[in-house]
């Protein structure tokens, strides 16, 4: 399968625990995205890289959430100290930058649940 | 900050009739991507339009970007059972090098047999 995996794909945490997502591209892809999609809403972004360098970071996004992208390769997102509204469908995607057309692939998402 | 507007939320037809969802943007946008998002799946890439009064066409999807390139509208005529879906447009500001895509709620379309 050449296409985007996450990992894992569902995830039940207590709040106040740490959970840690880990995407994995396209291998060709420089680009890479995270998503946060809650019941009944599109994807809202988070951060995206571009090879290992974190180039954008929504301004929505606590501190609590960290993502790292160390060899331009897969990437992880954190989540420390998780709370009640963390609880959605975490998507990654990829593209390639030097590809005409920017279309992004999204992988299978992990599913939080903080209880 | 950027903004996407989607209409209707929902949609409930009866197979063989048309659909059409349409996505507004607070801002000027460089291109407009389509998405298809089928029950329990991802985000499947459908289409970018990236010129003003662009029109494409994949059988029987039909996309449009309006002049200022602030709207967009998909259209599907004669719909399928397979068509069944969430579709979500998705706009990338002019600002943006990066490739961020700010969505819209999205249409969730039913297709009664």
């Known amino acids: 399968d050449t296409g985007v995996s996450q990992d894992p794909r569902h995830k039940i945490t207590k709040r106040g625990q740490n959970v840690t997502f880990r995407c994995d591209p396209i291998?060709?892809?420089?680009?890479l995205y995270w998503y946060r999609q809650t019941l009944g809403q599109g994807p809202e972004f988070l951060t995206y890289?571009?090879?290992?360098?974190?180039?954008?970071k929504s301004r929505l996004l606590s501190d609590r959430f960290s993502a790292e992208r160390p060899k331009g390769s897969f990437s992880t997102l954190e989540i420390q100290r998780t709370e009640q509204g963390d609880s959605a469908m975490y998507l990654c995607?990829?593209?390639?930058?030097?590809?005409?057309?920017?279309?992004?692939?999204f992988g299978p998402g992990t599913r939080l649940t903080v209880l | 900050g950027q903004q996407v507007m989607q209409i209707p939320q929902y949609q409930h037809v009866q197979e063989g009739e048309d659909f059409t969802t349409y996505c507004n943007s607070s801002?000027?946008?460089?291109?407009i991507q389509w998405y298809k998002q089928r029950p329990g799946g991802h985000p499947v890439f459908l289409i970018q339009?990236?010129?003003?009064?662009e029109v494409k066409k994949q059988k029987r999807l039909t996309f449009q970007f309006g002049e200022a390139k602030k709207n967009s509208s998909l259209h599907i005529t004669a719909t399928q059972t397979t068509d069944v879906g969430t579709y979500f447009c998705?706009?990338?500001?002019?600002?943006?090098?990066?490739?961020?895509?700010?969505f819209g709620q999205g249409t969730e379309l039913s297709v009664k047999p």
């Open positions: 339009l990236v010129k003003s009064g």
């Open positions: 291998s060709e892809h420089n680009r």
């Open positions: 998705a706009g990338q500001g002019i600002y943006n090098q990066g490739g961020k895509l700010i």
């Open positions: 801002t000027t946008l460089s291109n």
């Open positions: 995607a990829s593209s390639n930058k030097l590809r005409v057309g920017n279309e992004q692939f």
């Open positions: 890289f571009q090879n290992e360098a974190q180039l954008e």
